[in-house]
């Protein structure tokens, strides 16, 4: 049964505070956080990458301070092409930066009564796509920049069942939403979790210093794999339950705990040398040699076609099109389907640290000629490879004034530390589960994206019974 729901002027029931011109030479390194329309992610707000100022201009300026659940609209922005800083995207404030200022192009909206739940419902409604649409129809400027007026914004008219419906749609869709974000801290765990390793065993060299630090203090050899062992438990996931204890207590509890993980620490441990040598990168473990990226990867770019928009509207599907840095569209058929690692070959190639756009991609894929596709080669793998271009600074080998580009032969001529084959294979063997968690995580997040997505405006519409859907979501909690 189909039920059509009464529908509200949203400028009747929100109040609203536009955001505040904060001048480029305000910004400095610490005080009162700022975000700005390029903070905002698809849903929420990106807190890596936050202006600040001092708390004097931050008194002196009208202050628009966020609350949680905000509801931030960007009312100046790119046109639809640009997902990155799109006109009309609509965004819920976290509760990570309660208490920030708003910059320009935005304007902030709050329901007047200030009910959590109905809170959430505007959000909720307002991410619909017939919102989004309107806006983009609303949208005036040049070919570059598009703008919305507040009187678009506010006369839009929105769907306003009962308190109990609107209440029981919030529930059926923030358990999707709770569910994806926990994905999503869990993925950044394992990421941090891995990088920990990557930088310990190919960066700091922990293993190895620790045991040229036991033998130089007059210990024995297995007194410098212990050292070894203690390190590589220290970043690694050799978990016990006495994270509170000294680690030769933590060993002998894995030891008697866990032996299976013991031995496997113990043999990963006597892979790693206790002697540096000299290289042209400084030193490095002894046995490790210096080779350069070309070596350790294999590049696809030969398979990779380009589809112009035109082509892509023909062939309309379900298989990701990746561009430079994102997602760009869906095609109806794939040209890779594997585990690979893009990286920005030009246009988008440096982020603001110098590090290169990266994509970890897998399954079926269609890729355009502006991304590098890669895999690893032998015994590095391609999460190997991954780690190391995270944090690898590309400036040096990337070319062009207007358009940067990183070809193959410079990407290929980045220096590289490559450890003994023995080392690479117990390094993929520890990391290997680690990703397959990883992607199974952003798999089941896509698939609760895609449901949410298909139930919004069917929920939104009456089409679908909504206490019915909600018994069903308390039942499957």
Same mark, same amino acid.
């Given at each position: ?213 036991? /033998? ?126 893009? /990286? ?5 190639? /440096? ?108 929920? /939104? ?17």
């Amino acid at each position: 049964m189909t039920f059509e729901f009464p529908r509200r002027v949203l400028g009747e029931l929100i109040i609203h505070q536009k955001g505040h011109p904060f001048k480029s030479k305000d910004y400095q390194g610490s005080g009162v956080p700022i975000v700005r329309v390029s903070n905002f992610t698809d849903n929420s707000i990106d807190i890596s990458d936050l202006k600040f100022v001092s708390t004097e201009v931050a008194q002196d300026s009208q202050k628009v301070e966020l609350k949680t659940d905000d509801v931030v609209i960007a009312t100046v922005g790119s046109w639809p092409k640009n997902p990155a800083s799109i006109v009309g995207k609509t965004i819920c404030v976290p509760k990570e930066v309660d208490g920030a200022l708003m910059n320009q192009n935005s304007v902030i909206l709050r329901i007047k009564n200030r009910c959590e739940i109905d809170q959430k419902y505007l959000f909720i409604a307002l991410k619909n796509k017939s919102f989004s649409e309107y806006l983009v129809s609303m949208a005036q400027g040049s070919a570059n920049q598009a703008s919305v007026t507040l009187s678009d914004i506010f006369s839009y008219e929105l769907e306003w069942p009962s308190s109990e419906v609107r209440k029981e749609i919030v529930n059926i869709i923030d358990s999707k939403n709770k569910k994806i974000r926990l994905n999503q801290q869990t993925n950044q765990t394992l990421e941090q979790m891995a990088q920990a390793i990557f930088k310990s065993w190919f960066v700091d060299f922990d293993p190895v210093k620790a045991k040229i630090a036991a /033998l130089e203090a007059g210990g024995s050899e297995d007194d410098a794999l212990l050292a070894a062992m203690q390190a590589i438990a220290g970043s690694a996931l050799f978990a016990t339950d006495a994270a509170d204890a000294d680690a030769q207590t933590q060993l002998a509890r894995l030891q008697a705990e866990h032996p299976e993980q013991y031995a496997t620490l113990r043999a990963t441990a006597e892979l790693f040398p206790s002697a540096m040598q000299e290289s042209e990168l400084g030193e490095i473990p002894e046995g490790w040699e210096v080779t350069d990226f070309g070596a350790v990867s294999v590049c696809f770019d030969k398979h990779r076609i380009p589809l112009s928009k035109a082509q892509r509207d023909k062939r309309k599907g379900h298989i990701p099109y990746y561009g430079a840095t994102s997602v760009m569209d869906y095609v109806d058929e794939h040209i890779f389907d594997d585990i690979f690692l893009l /990286l920005g070959e030009d246009g988008s190639v /440096l982020q603001k640290d110098d590090t290169p756009f990266i994509q970890y991609i897998w399954g079926k894929a269609w890729v355009n000629n502006h991304a590098h596709v890669l895999q690893g080669k032998g015994n590095v793998s391609t999460e190997q490879i991954l780690l190391f271009m995270k944090n690898q600074n590309i400036a040096p080998y990337v070319t062009g004034a207007v358009q940067l580009k990183l070809n193959q032969k410079n990407m290929n001529s980045i220096p590289f530390i490559k450890a003994t084959d023995e080392v690479c294979i117990a390094f993929n063997l520890l990391l290997k589960p680690m990703f397959a968690d990883l992607r199974n995580r952003e798999d089941e997040s896509r698939k609760l994206s895609s449901l949410r997505d298909t139930l919004l405006p069917k929920l /939104l519409s009456g089409e679908i019974d909504v206490s019915a859907l909600a018994d069903n979501t308390e039942a499957n909690a």
